[in-house]
Each structure stands twice: as structure tokens, then as C-alpha cells.
């Protein structure tokens, strides 16, 4: 996966000051976008700083993060505060929430043409933009772990000193990616396999930072997470021994979007981030910040860290209308599983 906040002027400012100060073109003439994130997005190594200041070049705006916390989280902030909220824009939202973000009201038609977006899926929303993707997968220290799973059976028969992390679905994107990827790939019979994953789960962590950290401490041999996530290990620590274990089951695909709020006071602002936000400058800074892929950018311009990642045959992802129904009962059966 922090948030900014604009500086106040001080209450006690004497009149004698504010008739004297002569006008100037300051930050506080200018119109302050603000746009709800998750948190590691707009950590000072994730590309929400890098995005602030290329698109603050040109806007002749500010742009104030907000960031509450994991995905999951922020839009529920967003959905508490309702039409009362002063997000502009949420940057983040999960595929696998659309049907909710529907339901809430709260977002509006963007005006950003998505037809040259390269997605391993067709996309035509009016409303959501996606700005990059990934396949969720387990990684592992190669080092450690020499003969990974290759599919979720595999996983459910390995060796009982196998261990993994995964995070909570009600609070956690991956984690309800993972919900999600289990149903689509066992149905009915979903209820069995956490039965039997149970025990390998050292603990559920509240997000993916919390589960990635333990994982790196040596706390667990694998770890939900992306298929990208070697690529920052290769790039930044010049590491290859982390990896992502490919599933002949597939892998379920996560789509991050951002949308426009009914209540934004800025939405031609607005607007123009969105567009800021698929355009090169921006689609060349997610790459090593958010270590997903981009959605414009052509796979011959990511970074060499990329080129050799797993690339999974089957993408799964279910239909944005089928996953409330969908979660609805996997989540039961994962709740259940989990407090035997």
C-alpha cells in the first residue's frame, strides 16, 4: 500500500497584516484536488509523490492525497462520508468492488477515451478508469524453497513445514483476490480447500505491506501476493531468488481503477488527472513504484526487471455483477474453515 493535509492560516492573523500583504499568486489561489488513495501508494517510495509533481507542473493546481489505509479501507472512508466527502477523485478502487462502488452512487462518467489501453481483457467502462493490473500469485525465496507449487493442489499437498501469509478479505484487495481466485477455481468444493489450507496459514494480516514484511522476516516460505512483485527485488536489491509460483489453475487477475466523485467540485480537474494518469509520463513511473504493470504502456518499454516474470496461460476474474453474491458465500466458507 501518509496522507497530506493543506496548511491553515493562522486565526490570529491581525487585519492590519491582511489588508497590507499585497496579493500574489500563492498555493492557497490555487484549487486543491484531493484524491483518496491507499496508503503505499503515496508513500514516499510508492508513485503517488512522482504523480503530485508532474501533474502539479502543469495544472496550475495542488494535489492532496489522502490515504487511510489499504484499498479496501479507503473506499469505505469514501462510502461513510457519502455525497458529504471532499474527494475529487479515488484512486485505487478494485475490480472486484465495482459492483459495490455501482451501488454506492457516488462516482461519475469520466471523459478519457480507454479504447488504446492494453489489458489482458477487454475494458469499456464509462465510469472507471484502470490505470495498471496484476496476477495475483505466492511468492517464494528460491533459495529456500526448491520445488514451489505449481497449482493449488500442489499447495494443499506439499510438505507440512510449507507455510504461507495471506491477508484478511474484508480489509485487504489481495485478500479478497485470493477469496476470489479459489472460488472461481473449486466452486462448490471451495469450502474443502480452506479447510485443508488452514493449517499451513501462519496468520491473516490486515493488509498486503503487514503479510509482505513478515514474509521478508522469514516468518512464512510463501506469500500471497503478485506476479510482479520479483521485479522490484531484481531492480532495487538487484535480488533474483524471489519468485512467483506459477499455477497451471491460472492466476485471477486485479485491475486497479480510479473514478471520478459526484461531489467533486473540480471535475474538469478532475478529468484531466485521469487523462495525466494514463498518459507516458505517468504509465513510465508505475512500473518501479507500484511494481504492476501499466495499462499504455507497450511491454518493449518496461523496465528489464519485467521481462522475465511469470506470465500466466489463464487469467481468471469474475464478473464484477457475480462477485457480491460470489463473495458473499466464499467468505462465509473462508470464515468458517479458518476458526476450527
Known amino acids: 500500500m501518509k496522507a497530506l493535509t493543506l496548511s491553515l492560516m493562522a486565526a490570529g492573523l491581525s487585519l492590519t497584516t491582511a489588508l497590507v500583504a499585497p496579493h500574489s499568486a500563492s498555493a492557497a489561489d490555487k484549487p486543491t484536488l484531493t484524491v483518496y488513495t ?6 514516499d517510495w510508492g508513485p503517488g509523490p512522482a504523480i503530485k509533481k508532474g ?4 495544472c496550475s493546481c495542488t494535489v492532496e492525497f489522502v490515504a487511510p489505509g489499504d484499498a479496501t479501507e ?3 472512508r469514501l462510502r461513510l462520508e457519502g ?14 468492488l465495482i459492483a459495490d462502488a455501482d451501488k454506492s452512487g457516488l462516482f461519475q462518467a469520466h471523459a478519457i477515451k480507454t479504447d488504446a489501453l492494453t489489458l489482458p481483457i477487454d475494458w469499456d467502462s464509462s465510469t472507471y478508469v484502470p490505470f495498471d493490473w496484476g496476477h495475483f500469485a505466492f511468492v517464494y525465496d528460491s533459495d529456500k524453497v526448491k520445488n514451489p507449487p505449481t497449482s493449488f493442489d500442489a499447495l494443499l499437498n506439499a510438505p507440512d513445514d510449507l507455510k504461507i ?3 484478511d478479505p474484508r480489509s485487504s484487495t489481495p485478500g479478497l483476490g485470493l477469496l476470489l ?8 468444493k471451495a469450502a474443502d480447500v480452506w479447510e485443508k489450507l488452514a493449517p499451513r496459514i501462519v496468520t491473516v494480516t490486515k493488509g498486503w505491506s503487514e503479510a509482505y514484511g513478515m514474509f521478508l522476516e522469514d516468518q512464512a516460505q510463501m506469500v500471497l501476493s503478485y506476479t510482479t512483485s520479483p521485479a522490484y527485488h531484481i531492480a532495487a536489491e538487484e535480488k533474483t531468488n524471489y ?23 473540480h471535475k474538469e480537474l478532475a478529468n484531466q488527472f485521469l487523462s495525466y494518469l494514463v498518459g507516458p509520463e505517468a504509465q513510465k513511473i508505475i512500473p518501479t513504484t507500484n511494481w504492476m504493470y501499466p495499462v499504455a504502456l507497450p511491454f518493449s518499454e518496461l523496465p528489464e526487471a519485467f521481462k522475465g516474470l511469470v506470465k500466466p496461460e489463464q487469467t481468471r476474474l469474475i464478473a464484477p455483477d457475480e462477485v457480491p453474491a460470489t463473495r458473499k458465500e466464499a467468505l462465509n466458507e473462508w470464515l468458517a474453515a479458518l476458526s476450527k
Open 38 to 43: 491507499y496508503d503505499s501508494f503515496n508513500t
Open 55 to 58: 501533474f502539479e507542473a502543469n
Open 74 to 76: 479507503t473506499f469505505n
Open 83 to 96: 455525497k458529504n466527502s471532499k474527494a475529487d477523485i479515488l484512486v485505487g478502487l478494485d475490480s472486484n
Open 165 to 167: 501469509l495471506i491477508q
Open 181 to 188: 481466485w479459489v472460488k472461481d477455481v473449486y466452486g462448490d
Open 243 to 265: 519468485k512467483a509460483a506459477e499455477f497451471s489453475d491460472g492466476h485471477y487477475m486485479q485491475l486497479e481503477l480510479a473514478a471520478i466523485t459526484k461531489s467533486s467540485k
